[in-house]
Structures are given as C-alpha cells and as structure tokens.
C-alpha cells in the first residue's frame, strides 16, 4: 500500500476598471472600479491499494471578496468549498474511474443578502483496449458539472441580475484514441509519429450562462437559456518527423543535431440549440448566440538548430449575434493567420 499527499494554496488580486470617456462631451463621466480578491487553499490525498486499485479524495477551500464603488452590491463576499471522492481501476485493456464532486458555496451581498448554492455530481468512465495487437483505445464518460456565477458575472458593469442562476449540465461524450505511433527508418536516423482522437458529445445543459450585447457592443448583459442541446464532434490529429542531420539515430541527437516537422490538425462540429421554449419561434431551435457550428486550425512548426519558425491557421464559421438565426444577426466566418520566429 502507499499514500501521497498535496497541499497548494493561491492568493490573487486584480484590479478592473471600466472607464467611458465618451460619456465627457455629454457631461457624464462614468468609472467602475472593481477590485476582487481571491484565496485558494487545495489539498489531496492518494491510497494505492495495489498496482491497479486507487482511490483518492481531495478537498478545495476559497474564499473570494469583491469591493466595487457601485451604487448596489458594492462589497460581496463568496465561500466556496469543493469535496471530490474518487475510484479508479486500471488494467492494460482497461481503465475504469468513477468520482463524486460535492459544490457547496455561500454568497453574502451586501444589498442582495445571502444564498447558498449545493450540488452533487458524479462522473462515471471507461477506456477499453479491444485488439492487443494496437494501442487504440474506445472511451466513454458520462459527466454532470455545475457551476456558480462568476463575480463578473454576477456584479461587473451591469445591475446585478437577481435571477442569474447556476448552469447545469449532463456530458456524454463517446471517443476514440489513437496514441502515438512511431516509425523509424532503417539506420533510426529520421522517424514519423503520429496521433489522432476523435470525440463525439451530446449535452443538455440548463441554465445555460451567455452573455449578450444589450446596451452597447462595450457592456453586455448575462443571462439564463433555460434548456441548450448540444451535440458536438472533436477531431484532432498529430503528425510529427524528426531527422538527424549527423545521421546519428534520433534517440540519441541533441538539440544541435536535430531537425523536427510538425503538424497539428484540428476540426470542430457544434450545434448548439435553444430548446427552452416551443413556443418561441424566434428562438427554438436556433443555435445559440456567438457560437459557430463549424470551426477548425492547423499549426505548423518547424525546428531546427539554427531558427524556430511556426504558421497558425484558424477558421471560425458564422454566428449570429441574436437568438434569431436570421441574415439580419449573421455574423461572416472569419479567419486568423499568424507567423512565429525565435
């Protein structure tokens, strides 16, 4: 048998100030000045009961304060306490993990008063080996996640919203997973690695946390969707060549003999949809403000002993800046491109 332990604490502050000059030539001037603090205590334990068995639990503390010189809700206070308990089982062609996370969390504000938020949720998964003759490996995992609030969220630029509730969701999520995979040459003087994951999901998430442009582009509003559906594909692919230029074996260069390739290829399929409300025809079943079905990046990076040079690409397809998926709230799909050189 065999015990580890850890211990990590973290304390953080910033400060957030929202300024509108603008407001000057109307003889208005508007400054929001937020200052959250935050201090985060983590610790955790691990028992072997032997090469295969493990179990764990692990206990988070935070406390979090925010002073602002808003009229409302000006000094909030939030604890918040995490409990997880964890079991997990892992055999060459199969590993096996199940966890429960206990939320529990207490806000006080000062015009608000005080809530608490509590919350069980469990995760339950499996990753199987099916062939010995490969290292592919099938997963699966169904997951219910719950989440507060943020304090910018809750009490940043906008009047706090009384009504915003915690998101709720239900995960399953169905992959496959083709680990790295190497070949070498005769002399093992250049190699080819590659690696690919393919991950299909479906959530139902209630409560859904969005923030949307109501007033201006600068200040958004958040608010609740009641019910969002969403059905997803994650595709992901790795392909890497190293070359020793000394024609050496790639094991054994060092940095000023080797030369690498990579590339990595990624693709996205969301279809986000409001089911909140049948009746709604603006609304159900339209994709969810600000969230493309389609996206994808590719990332080449070359290294050699003399320069590094990098390229990334990324294409974000169309949005819509509204519940209504009409041409009027189409946003146009865009692209990114950047260079690296060190």
Request: hydrophobic share 30%; glycine share 6%; with cysteine.
């Amino acid at each position: 048998y065999k015990t580890s332990y850890q211990l990590i604490g973290k304390y953080q502050y910033t400060n957030d100030v929202y300024e509108d000059n603008a407001a000057r030539t109307l003889s208005r001037y508007l400054r929001n000045d937020y200052d959250p603090h935050e201090g985060y205590l983590s610790g955790s334990m691990v028992w072997r009961a032997s090469e295969r068995l493990s179990s764990s639990i692990a206990a988070d503390g935070a406390i979090g304060k925010l002073h602002s010189n808003l009229s409302r809700n000006s000094e909030v206070q939030r604890i918040t306490a995490l409990a997880t308990a964890t079991v997990r089982y892992q055999h060459p062609f199969v590993t096996a993990k199940g966890q429960l996370l206990a939320t529990l969390v207490g806000e006080d504000a000062s015009s608000d008063g005080k809530v608490n938020y509590r919350r069980l949720s469990p995760y339950a998964g499996i990753s199987v080996r099916p062939l010995k003759a490969t290292n592919i490996r099938l997963r699966y995992f169904f997951k219910s996640t719950y989440r507060v609030p943020s304090f910018n969220e809750m009490y940043y630029f906008v009047m706090p919203l009384d009504t915003l509730r915690p998101e709720r969701a239900d995960q399953h999520n169905i992959g496959i997973t083709l680990p790295p995979h190497t070949h070498f040459n005769s002399d093992s003087s250049h190699n080819i690695s590659y690696s690919a994951t393919i991950d299909g999901y479906r959530n139902s998430v209630h409560d859904k946390i969005i923030a949307l442009p109501k007033q201006n582009m600068f200040i958004w509003s958040t608010l609740n969707l009641g019910l969002v559906d969403v059905t997803g594909l994650d595709i992901k692919g790795i392909v890497e060549w190293k070359w020793n230029i000394a024609g050496n074996k790639v094991n054994d260069a060092d940095e000023k003999e080797l030369i690498s390739l990579s590339a990595t290829a990624t693709y996205s399929y969301q279809k986000a949809v409001d089911h909140t409300d049948p009746k709604d025809d603006k609304r159900y079943n339209n994709q969810i403000p600000y969230t493309p079905r389609h996206s994808g990046g590719l990332a080449l990076y070359l290294t050699t002993p003399w320069v590094n040079v990098g390229y990334n690409y990324m294409q974000v397809g169309e949005r819509y800046y509204q519940h209504q998926n009409s041409d009027e709230c189409r946003m146009e799909p865009y692209a990114d491109h950047s260079i690296i050189v060190d």
